[in-house]
């Protein structure tokens, strides 16, 4: 089968899981023996050095953002757009810019939806004239979010091949453009989720979410958790000296950063755990700049600056050996979420993940038997008190990153979730050839799952 994987970039300038897990998936199913060709958008994405099966980047940021502003660009020849769309000014413009006017995001993102109606059609058509030369048409064409339910209709018009879209955490996106752009966006890939063949989520939870919020019949949406590469996680590790927290996500308000934080001050106070130590991981963009510097303010005022560590590299070597120092992970999103990939790779070697109750987490606290500790979110003394007490347990803290890893490889091998994933684009195949699709569903989890911690 050859799969064409529309991918949005970004910027490999902090830990996304959309693009993590499009890699992921991407390199799986080659392995599979699929041909699957990656279609980065808006900014650089790498699944291989020297990937001769990865197109051109198409709607590149900087192409996107000026026909957005000005209409000249809409119309300015293709040597011009070439060079805006050069690998490295991208990945340049990615460290150091970051949209600072809510109002040109939620334009931007409608305009994108709107797809032939919106600013970007010069780089619609590039996109389809591509696809349509015989060494690049597809069989299947997956979109990676339903950001780009606008591209669902034009494609399918133009090489008539099914349109699968992934669903993960879009709901805090859109919701976050503000109105009148929130209301506008939701309207729009409610009319063009009609386009698009089938929807897999990556987890429950959300299935449920996104049935609601776009009235997407149950039969169009399966489920297949995210999976994690486990390559070299084999063998056992060392346990570090000291009692240490991890965070593996964008250093974000979001994300709950700043909650940790204050759950590590009052943690300190506790005499055993004195030498007690946080490290943060997973990259920034230019607007969280300010935010990581209260954090450092604040840590500094406790007395704390120097048992906490911000660490800059977050690709996969650099991600092993951050997770291989920690005792337990944290990332106590503020709001549910749809994945929590950091929980499974955290597992991977035998690190239990504490959680805030909700969304994806009631799911992967029973799939991986208790790997996932939750606690009520959004208090960080509960927080405190649930890293604490599992802290001061060395033999649970060993039993649940044991049962969580051995959960993870029998699970959660993105070779196995791969193959979830390709028996779906199958099934979706022949219906135009008058099959009748097998659905193919996520591993069996309660829906009340018990909650350690």
């Not at 000249?72 to 413009?93: A, E, G, H, Y």
């Not at 709107?114 to 690049?136: C, S, V, Y």
């Not at 208090?379 to 039993?399: H, I, P, Q, V, W």
């Amino acid at each position: 089968m050859r799969i064409a994987q529309l991918m949005p970039g970004s910027g490999d300038n902090f830990y996304c899981e959309n693009c993590l897990r499009d890699v992921a998936l991407v390199r799986a199913m080659r392995r599979l023996g699929h041909d699957v060709l990656m279609t980065p958008m808006y900014l650089p994405v790498s699944v291989e050095p020297n990937d001769s099966a990865q197109s051109p980047i198409f709607f590149g940021g900087i192409n996107v953002y000026l026909q957005q502003r000005h209409a000249f660009f809409q119309k300015t020849p293709r040597w011009l757009d070439r060079i805006f769309d050069s690998k490295l000014l991208l990945s340049l413009v990615a460290r150091k810019a970051h949209i600072t006017s809510a109002r040109l995001l939620g334009e931007t993102t409608v305009s994108m939806l709107q797809a032939h109606d919106g600013r970007q059609t010069k780089e619609l058509q590039r996109l389809i004239d591509w696809f349509r030369m015989p060494e690049n048409r597809p069989d299947i064409v997956i979109l990676s979010n339903v950001l780009l339910a606008g591209l669902a209709a034009p494609i399918k018009k133009a090489l008539d091949v099914p349109i699968v879209c992934l669903l993960q955490d879009e709901d805090a996106f859109l919701d976050g453009l503000g109105e009148p752009w929130a209301a506008q966006a939701w309207r729009i890939v409610d009319e063009r989720a009609a386009d698009i063949d089938a929807f897999i989520s990556s987890s429950r939870y959300y299935a449920d979410v996104m049935r609601r919020r776009l009235s997407l019949d149950s039969a169009k949406i399966d489920v297949v958790y995210t999976g994690v590469a486990l390559d070299g996680c084999e063998g056992l590790r060392l346990r570090p000296e000291a009692p240490t927290i991890g965070y593996l996500s964008r250093m974000c308000s979001d994300r709950g950063l700043d909650t940790l934080v204050e759950a590590f001050i009052l943690l300190k106070k506790n005499p055993d755990l004195a030498t007690a130590r946080l490290r943060v991981a997973g990259g920034k963009t230019a607007a969280d700049a300010s935010f990581i510097r209260d954090l450092k303010r604040r840590l500094a005022s406790c007395g704390l600056g120097d048992d906490v560590d911000f660490l800059d590299d977050f690709d996969d070597h650099a991600k092993r050996s951050f997770l291989n120092t920690l005792s337990v992970l944290c990332v106590p999103e503020k709001k549910p979420v749809a994945c929590g990939r950091y929980v499974a790779e955290a597992l991977t070697v035998g690190v239990p993940a504490v959680e805030p109750a909700g969304g994806v987490f009631d799911e992967l606290s029973e799939l991986t038997d208790g790997g996932c500790v939750l606690y009520n979110p959004n208090d960080s003394k509960t927080l405190a008190g649930t890293l604490e007490s599992l802290l001061a347990d060395t033999e649970r803290l060993n039993r649940l990153g044991q049962a969580g890893k051995a959960a993870i490889f029998d699970a959660l091998d993105v070779q196995k979730t791969a193959e979830q994933m390709v028996r779906i684009f199958d099934d979706i195949s022949k219906i135009g050839r008058g099959a009748v699709p097998a659905r193919r569903d996520a591993p069996t989890v309660a829906k009340n799952p018990a909650k350690g911690g």
